[in-house]
């Protein structure tokens, strides 16, 4: 059964930092892996998809990286800024059986402060 | 494009009420799927509909039901609420494909007294 795993839960850092949120899953055989934000009391956004033949995927300041052979991913923020306060979602794809199914991850609740 | 939209966005029921929530999305994607979302866990599937006319079971299916009124609408019924079905809940939307990218309505909170 596919696990998805978030840490840290909570992370808070100040303005300007360059930071790393990590995703992990127990089972490699996955299609794609996306990651989500969320705003208090909102829905998720999509922030970046990466299909299991890549690698990484960037947009703006965020850098996702894959490495399914270690069951991981990366998101990172570079120069964070106070708008980027947010709870990060992780979520993959499974390939094969079910694949139109993601799984998710509780979340990594990020804060920035001025 | 208004994306995926949720009615309502807030409700609370007291035990034994029933109630339906209604997505709609507007992309002429072919699946639609329903999530809660408890604190501390994640999102977890409840129904999805691969496309018009089929629906199926996904990770906590009990307690709901589900219909594909059209291409456009997907709406989760609770025939007898129950206080652990107290929950923010989301539909999404995707077309199948290389991606099969999800979006995702704003939420319903709803409450279970």
């Known amino acids: 059964k596919q696990e998805v795993t978030q840490i840290p839960a909570a992370l808070s850092v100040p303005e300007g930092e360059n930071l790393v949120l990590n995703c992990s899953f127990t089972?490699?055989?996955?299609?794609?892996l996306q990651w989500f934000r969320q705003d208090p009391g909102k829905g998720l956004t999509s922030l970046l998809l990466?299909?299991?033949?890549?690698r990484e995927q960037t947009s703006g300041r965020l850098n996702a990286s894959l490495d399914k052979s270690s069951g991981r991913s990366t998101l990172y923020i570079a120069a964070s800024q106070p708008g980027d306060s947010a709870t990060y979602l992780c979520a993959v794809r499974r390939s094969g059986g079910g694949y139109n199914k993601l799984i998710f991850g509780a979340g990594t609740r990020l804060a920035v402060h001025p | 494009n208004a994306g995926v939209t949720q009615t309502p966005k807030f409700q609370v029921l007291k035990t034994g009420q029933s109630m339906t929530l209604q997505c709609a999305q507007d992309m002429n994607h072919n699946s639609m799927y329903w999530y809660r979302q408890d604190p501390g866990m994640g999102l977890r599937l409840i129904y999805y509909?691969?496309?018009?006319?089929?629906?199926d079971k996904g990770e906590v299916p009990n307690g709901y039901n589900v219909s594909r009124l059209n291409k456009r609408e997907f709406s989760l019924r609770l025939e007898s609420a129950a206080p652990s079905q107290t929950s923010v809940y989301f539909c999404?939307?995707?077309?199948?494909?290389?991606?099969?990218?999800?979006?995702f309505g704003p939420g319903t909170r709803l409450t279970v007294l």
């Open positions: 509909s691969a496309s018009e006319g089929t629906t």
């Open positions: 089972d490699s055989a996955i299609y794609n």
């Open positions: 990466i299909q299991s033949s890549q």
């Open positions: 999404a939307s995707s077309e199948p494909g290389l991606a099969n990218e999800q979006f």
